[in-house]
């Protein structure tokens, strides 16, 4: 569950009497107000995490003491704005609409999603006819997009591809909190695509390097966000259907709460 500055209800009391459990001075009002909202950024910046004031898996994590070692760091995120030489406020809003949120279906599972086309593509490429796998599995073998199970169910799918061909198995996914293409791996400057998904496995901090590279291997990607031009960067991101999800929106609203969250604690 995601709760945000203003949402109502007892999920919100819950979350409260929670901190206030845990030595927080936090009023049960039901309502997650400004300074509900400071308490949990608090409570992300002693542990290490994205200081956005948003409550959600990862901040639970922390309120309820669990480990949280894999989990997106600020540190992080300081470290790609640094790299990308763009403002801190620009890489937390686009961490935040253009993320999954989790990086990890489980312990050391990044997030998948299998493309059944992509690998079609990948065994071509490697001279490897698809259309007798085709015939016998059309759930992860075929010329058209589709075929999707979902959450760990990826990995189902992804392991039937591994038996036909491993590396254009990973190849043909999307991993992590960004979902970058296996296929990427040496545009990105893996030795290969086995070092790639490695490097996926060990944190969402890792991933979102991963994500860092994506964007300075591609000069217009980076100039729009170096601009803040988010309908640009929503473009070439998520395609020409960017605005049925109002992606621009929601990274110009994004950055600006980011913006004023720094100023006024500054």
Known sequence: MIIRLG????????????LYMIGHKVEQTNVYDQSTRAVVRRVQARAGLVVDGIYGPKTEAAVKGQETGRLLRQSALVEAADQLDVDLASVMAVNEVESRGQGFVRDNLPVILFERHIFWRQLVARKIDPRPFAQKYPGVVSQARGGYAGGISEYTRMGVAKSICAPAAFESCSWGLFQIMGFHWESLGFESVESFVDFQRESEDNQ????????LQDKELHRALKQKKWSTFARLYNGPAYDENL???????????????????S
């Open 7 to 18: 949402d109502i209800g007892a999920h919100v009391g819950d979350l409260q009497r929670r």
């Open 208 to 215: 979102l390097r991963t994500f860092v590279r994506f964007i």
């Open 247 to 265: 992606y621009d929106v929601k990274l110009a609203r994004a950055y600006k709460r980011h913006i004023d969250d720094m100023t006024e604690a």
